[in-house]
C-alpha cells in the first residue's frame, strides 16, 4: 500500500526538483499522446523543445521569439506571483494587459506624429497606468463589498476583449488605414516604437524591464518587509493580521503591482513585436502567464526560467504544429499536461511516499 | 460529594495491557508498558505532556497499533484493528478536542459518529432518557454552536453512553469546564463507575484525580514510573513522581504598585470569529508590577479580548489606554511602539507561522520594539540574533533557528513565542493561556519569566482556564463569563467556590441526580 507521509519541513530538494520532474514527465504523457496521434513522439518532443533553438534551417528565425515570447510572461507573471504568495488570486492579467496596451497606444496615437523622446516613456506610464486601473476594480470591489476577486478580474477580461475590438474599429483605427480595423503601426514610427535593441536576438525594452523586475522582485521578497509581509499573508492569514498587516492595503497593493506589470507588458507588446491595436494583437500571455508563475515556484528566477520554457513551447508548438501538422489542440493539451503535472508532483515538497502496508496515526 | 463505594472483594478484571511498546521515529512513546483495570474502577492516566498517555489511549481505542506486547479485554486477546473494533468491543472514548459541527443539532451531532443511526424520532428520544439518567440534561435539538463547552463535552459523553461502553476512556475532559461543571461530571463519572462501567481517566490535574480515581498510573518518559493509590498520596508526592524531581513553585517578591499602565474601559466589540462570543463593556485596570488573571471556560471571550487588546481587533480610541494614551483604534504595531506586547492562544497560525523558520518568526511581532526593520529593509543578521537569543533565554529546544516552526513540539513552539514576546522590555504583557499543552517544569520557567517581567514593573494580563496557574501567579483575579468580565479582585482570600460562581457557576446546567 502506499501512503503519504508529511515531512517535518518542506523539502528544499524537491522543491527545485518537482520542476524538472514535471517537465520530463509531461516528455513522457505528451509523447503517449502524440504517438496516439500517430506521430512520432520522439521527432515531436524533439521539435517542440530542441529545434527552435538549434535546428540550422530554423533556429535562425525562432531563437529571437523566445524572448519576445518570454518577456511577456515573465513580466506578468511576477507580477502575479506576489499576490498568488499573499493569497491573493488576480486571474485577470489578461484584461490588464490589454487595458494597459490600449491605454498606452492611445496616449502615443494622440500625439501623432509629434517626434520627440518622451513619447514612449510617457506611452510607458500610461500603460502602467491602464493596467494598474483595470485592476483596481476587483481590488476595491473586494476591499469594500467583499467580491471575489478571482470572479470579478476574470470577469473583466472579458470586458477589456470588447473594448479592444471596439477600439481596434473605433476610436482608435488607423484613419489611413482604408477602413480595415487596427490601429497605427506604431512599430514603424519611431517616437513610438520599441524596437529589437540587438538584431537577432528578439530583446527589447519589455524584456529588459523583465530581467530588471525579476530582480527587483527576488530583492523585495528576500530583504524587504513588504515581501515578508506577503509571503506571511499567504502562509498565515491570522498571524499577518498579529503582525499587523492589513488585509485590505495588501488587496490593493498586490492587485495594483500585477496589474501595473501586465500593462505595461501590454504596451511594450503593442508598440514592438505586435506593432498595432488590433482585434487580436493579445495571444493570452495574460492567462499563461498564470502557469508560468507556478511552473516557477512563485519564485522570481524560477518564474524567469519557467517563462523562457514556456515561450520554448509555444515556439516549439507552433513548429511542431506547422512541421508534423500537429492540430493546436494537441500542443495546448501539452501545455496543459505541463500544469496537471506540476500541481500532481507538488505534494512531493511537503509530503514523502512510503511504501508498505504499516497503518497508523502519530 | 459521596465517594465510589468501596469493595472488599477483588472486582474482575476488564483491561489488562501487558508489556506494550510502541516507537515512532526518533523517539519511544511507550515502553514495555502494563496496567490493568477492573470492572467499574476509575482509573488515571497521570504523566506529563509527552509521557506517552494519549499513544497509550489511543492504541487501546485502535487508532494506534502496538509494536509487541499484548491486551486483554474481559479475559480475551484484545487488539483492536481501528476505533471500530474497539468500539464494538465495549470501549468508547471522549477527546479533548470536540468533533463536533456547530452548524447542526445535538442528534444531528449524535447520529453522525453512529454505525447504524436510528430514526430521528427515536434517537432524540434515547438521548433524553439516557441524559436524563445520568443528570446530564441536554435538548437534543439545540444548535451545538449555541452550547457551553461543558454542555459540548456532554454530547461527546452522551455519544458514548448511547455505546452501553463497558471501559469509557476521556482525554483531559475537565480542562473547558468551571468547578462546579467539574463537580456535574464526577457525580456522572462515579454513577457510572458504580454500573460497572470502568472509566480510564486522563489528566495531570492532580486534585481532581485524588477527588475522583481509585488507582493511578503514573508514565514518565513512555514508561511506567509508579502505580499508587491517589487518595493516599498528596498532590506534591503524585507531581514529583510525574515529573521525577522536585518542584519548586515560582518565586515572586512583594512589590509596591505603580502607576496603571493598561486601562480598558467599556470595551465592546462584535467578536470577528463564527459562533465567537461578543465582548459586552469590559472594564479593568492592571498596575505596573501586577498580574491581572482572568479566567474563564474556553468560548466566554478570551480570544476576542486578546485582540481588542493587542490591536488586531479595532475599538473607540478611548476603550483601551496604554500608559496614559487611548490607543483603541490603533493597530498591532502602533501599540507594540507604546509598549504593549501579546502572546495570542493559538501558536501555529496566529502567534507564530508554521511554514517560516524561527528566524522570520522571530521578526514577525520583534520588528517594531527591535528595530529589526530598516528603511523598508529587514536586517536579517540582527534578526538571527533575536532569535537565537530567545532559543537561549527560553531553553528552546530545536537543532537551530533556521528550521520550520511547525518542526518543534508545541512546549517548545510556546517557549518561543513567550520568549519573544517577553523579550521585547515591555511595559505592558498581555497573554492568553501561557502554558497550555507544556509540560510542568517548562511551565514553570514561563510562569517565572512571567513574574520576572512584572517585578522589572510590567503590568501583566495572563488569560488562562488553569485555575491553579492563575492563583499561583496572579495578584488580582477576574472572570470572563459570556463575554462579560467580572469584577477584579485580589487573589488572597478567594475561594475556590467564589471563583467558580465568577465564572458562572454551572452555566445553567443542573446537578446529576444520582439515585443509589
Known amino acids: 500500500m502506499v501512503r503519504l507521509e508529511k515531512r517535518p519541513s518542506p523539502s528544499a530538494f524537491w522543491q527545485w526538483a518537482t520542476p524538472v520532474l514535471a517537465v520530463i514527465l509531461t516528455m513522457i504523457a505528451g509523447g503517449i499522446m502524440f504517438a496516439i496521434l500517430g506521430k512520432n513522439p520522439v521527432e515531436a518532443i524533439r521539435t517542440i523543445f530542441w529545434d527552435p533553438l538549434f535546428n540550422e534551417q530554423f533556429a535562425a528565425y525562432s531563437r529571437p521569439q523566445l524572448l519576445v515570447k518570454a518577456g511577456p510572461l515573465i513580466l506578468i507573471a511576477v507580477g502575479l506571483s506576489l499576490g498568488f504568495r499573499a493569497g491573493i488570486w488576480n486571474i485577470g492579467a489578461e484584461g490588464q494587459y490589454i487595458m494597459g496596451a490600449i491605454c498606452g497606444a492611445a496616449v502615443g496615437l494622440a500625439l501623432y506624429p509629434l517626434e520627440t523622446r518622451w513619447v514612449f516613456p510617457l506611452m510607458v506610464a500610461a500603460g502602467i497606468f491602464g493596467g494598474w486601473l483595470w485592476a483596481m476594480i476587483p481590488a476595491i470591489l473586494k476591499t469594500r463589498f467583499n467580491t471575489n476577486e478571482i470572479l470579478v478580474s476574470l470577469l473583466l477580461v472579458y470586458v477589456a476583449q470588447n473594448i479592444l475590438a471596439s477600439m481596434s474599429i473605433g476610436l482608435l483605427r488607423n484613419p489611413e488605414g482604408g477602413g480595415f480595423p487596427g490601429s497605427r503601426n506604431m512599430s514603424q514610427i519611431p517616437a513610438m516604437a520599441n524596437p529589437e535593441l540587438i538584431p537577432g536576438t528578439g530583446l527589447h525594452w519589455g524584456v529588459i524591464m523583465a530581467f530588471v523586475v525579476v530582480i527587483a522582485a527576488y530583492i523585495l521578497l528576500q530583504r524587504h518587509i513588504l515581501g515578508y509581509h506577503i509571503k506571511l499573508a499567504g502562509q498565515a492569514p491570522r498571524a499577518a493580521r498579529f503582525a499587523g498587516v492589513s488585509p485590505n492595503r495588501l488587496v490593493v497593493l498586490c492587485m495594483g503591482l500585477s496589474g501595473a506589470l501586465a500593462g505595461m507588458a501590454g504596451l511594450f507588446e503593442v508598440t514592438g513585436p505586435s506593432g498595432q491595436i488590433s482585434i487580436d494583437f493579445n495571444v493570452g500571455y495574460g492567462f499563461t502567464a498564470i502557469i508560468v508563475a507556478f511552473l516557477g515556484r512563485l519564485n522570481p528566477i524560477g518564474i524567469l526560467l519557467a517563462g523562457l520554457l514556456m515561450a520554448l513551447t509555444y515556439i516549439g508548438g507552433e513548429l511542431a504544429s506547422f512541421m508534423l501538422g500537429l492540430p493546436s489542440a494537441a500542443i495546448q493539451a501539452f501545455q496543459g499536461m505541463l500544469l496537471f503535472f506540476l500541481l500532481a508532483v507538488d505534494l512531493l515538497t511537503n509530503f514523502r511516499i512510503r511504501f508498505g502496508t504499516r497503518k497508523e496515526a502519530l | ?516
Open chain 2, 1 to 516: 460529594m459521596t465517594g465510589t463505594p468501596t469493595t472488599t472483594a477483588p472486582r474482575p478484571e476488564l483491561l489488562a495491557v501487558q508489556g506494550v511498546t510502541k516507537a515512532y521515529p526518533g523517539v519511544v512513546a511507550n515502553s514495555d508498558v502494563s496496567f490493568s483495570i477492573a470492572e467499574g474502577e476509575v482509573h488515571a492516566l497521570l504523566g506529563e505532556n509527552g509521557a506517552g498517555k494519549s499513544t497509550l489511549v489511543k492504541m487501546i481505542y485502535g487508532l494506534v497499533k502496538p509494536d509487541s506486547g499484548q491486551m486483554r479485554f474481559r479475559g480475551q486477546p484484545y487488539q483492536p484493528s481501528e476505533p471500530k473494533a474497539a468500539r464494538a468491543s465495549g470501549v468508547a472514548m471522549v477527546f479533548q478536542h470536540f468533533s463536533l459541527f456547530e452548524a447542526l443539532s445535538v442528534a444531528e451531532n449524535v447520529a453522525l459518529g453512529m454505525e447504524n443511526p436510528p430514526p430521528m424520532r427515536e434517537l432524540s428520544g434515547r438521548i433524553k432518557s439516557v441524559s436524563e439518567a445520568y443528570g446530564l440534561p441536554l435538548d437534543p435539538g439545540r444548535m451545538v454552536g449555541d452550547l457551553s463547552a461543558g454542555e459540548r463535552q456532554r454530547v461527546e459523553i452522551i455519544r458514548c453512553l448511547l455505546q452501553n461502553p463497558k471501559l469509557l476512556i476521556m482525554d483531559e475532559p475537565t480542562s473547558v469546564l468551571t468547578p462546579q461543571e467539574v463537580d456535574i461530571l464526577f457525580t456522572t463519572l462515579r454513577k457510572l463507575a458504580s454500573e460497572g462501567t470502568a472509566i480510564l481517566y486522563i489528566s495531570h490535574k492532580l486534585e481532581e484525580i485524588r477527588a475522583l480515581c481509585d488507582e493511578a498510573t503514573i508514565l514518565r518518559r513512555g514508561k511506567v514510573v509508579a502505580t499508587c493509590t491517589p487518595r493516599d498520596r498528596s498532590a506534591r508526592e503524585m507531581a514529583e513522581l510525574m515529573v521525577g524531581a522536585t518542584l519548586t513553585p515560582p518565586a515572586r517578591a512583594a512589590l509596591p504598585k505603580g502607576d496603571t499602565a493598561l486601562e480598558v474601559t467599556g470595551l465592546s466589540v462584535n467578536s470577528p470569529i463564527p459562533f465567537g462570543m461578543s465582548l459586552k463593556d469590559v472594564n479593568f485596570r492592571v498596575a505596573r508590577g501586577e498580574v491581572l488573571g482572568i479566567a474563564g471556560v474556553a468560548g466566554n471571550g478570551q480570544d476576542e479580548l486578546l485582540l481588542a487588546l493587542s490591536g488586531e481587533l479595532r475599538t473607540e480610541p478611548g476603550a483601551v489606554k496604554i500608559n496614559g494614551k487611548p490607543m483603541g483604534a490603533t493597530g498591532p504595531n502602533a501599540r507594540r511602539a507604546a509598549g504593549l506586547v501579546a502572546a495570542p492562544e493559538e501558536r501555529l497560525g496566529h502567534a507564530a507561522a508554521p511554514d517560516m523558520t524561527l528566524v522570520e518568526n522571530a521578526l514577525l511581532s520583534g520588528v517594531v520594539r527591535k528595530s529589526l526593520v530598516k528603511n523598508g529593509f529587514i536586517d536579517w543578521a540582527a534578526t538571527g540574533r533575536f532569535a537565537a537569543e530567545i532559543v537561549k533565554d527560553f531553553d528552546v529546544r530545536t537543532p537551530g533557528t533556521h528550521v520550520a516552526a511547525r518542526a518543534l513540539s508545541g512546549g517548545n513552539l510556546q517557549k518561543f513565542v513567550v520568549g519573544r514576546e517577553l523579550s521585547q522590555t515591555p511595559s505592558v504583557i498581555v497573554i492568553n493561556q501561557p502554558t497550555w499543552g507544556v509540560d510542568a517544569a517548562a511551565a514553570a520557567s514561563i510562569r517565572q519569566a512571567i513574574l520576572d517581567r512584572a517585578a522589572e514593573g510590567a503590568a501583566v494580563v495572563v488569560i488562562s482556564q488553569d485555575l491553579d496557574e492563575l492563583l499561583e501567579i496572579a495578584d488580582m483575579f477576574a472572570a470572563l463569563n459570556t463575554g462579560r468580565l467580572t469584577k477584579p479582585r485580589p487573589v488572597e482570600g478567594l475561594t475556590i467556590d467564589e471563583i467558580g460562581l465568577m465564572m458562572g457557576g454551572a452555566h445553567g446546567m443542573e446537578v446529576a441526580h444520582v439515585g443509589h
